[in-house]
């Protein structure tokens, strides 16, 4: 556990991976995504786990618009935050 890297979500990534895998799709194939964004950054972090971006780019989808609501996938409905900070589970569907 100490020589992991915090700012890499490797079991996002395997998780994304087995889940694409299993549904037989790519992440192209989607045109919604629905993330878990307890802080900011984890929501960048996970655009790169997912393959959304290469690792280190995860800023890249919001600055070029590719999770508006118009955008290659759509992260509209905001995650975690715009539905508030509450102690059980976000009432939106997470992927």
Do not use: N
């Given at each position: 556990?100490?020589?992991?890297?915090?700012?890499?979500?490797?079991g996002?990534?395997?998780?994304?991976?087995?889940?694409?895998?299993?549904?037989?799709?790519?992440?192209?194939?989607?045109?919604?995504?629905?993330?878990h964004?307890?802080?900011?950054?984890?929501?960048?972090?996970?655009?790169?786990?997912?393959?959304?971006?290469?690792?280190?780019?995860?800023?890249?989808?919001?600055?070029?618009?590719?999770?508006?609501?118009?955008?290659?996938?759509?992260q509209?409905?905001?995650?975690?935050?715009?539905?508030?900070?509450?102690?059980?589970?976000?009432?939106?569907?997470?992927?």
């Amino acid at each position: 556990m100490s020589k992991r890297d915090i700012l890499q979500f490797e079991g996002c990534t395997v998780a994304w991976q087995r889940a694409l895998q299993s549904a037989g799709v790519q992440l192209s194939d989607l045109s919604f995504v629905e993330t878990h964004d307890c802080f900011t950054v984890a929501e960048l972090i996970e655009y790169e786990a997912m393959g959304l971006t290469p690792r280190g780019q995860g800023a890249r989808a919001i600055k070029e618009g590719w999770t508006q609501k118009d955008g290659s996938c759509d992260q509209s409905l905001g995650g975690l935050k715009a539905k508030g900070i509450r102690s059980a589970p976000p009432a939106s569907p997470c992927m």
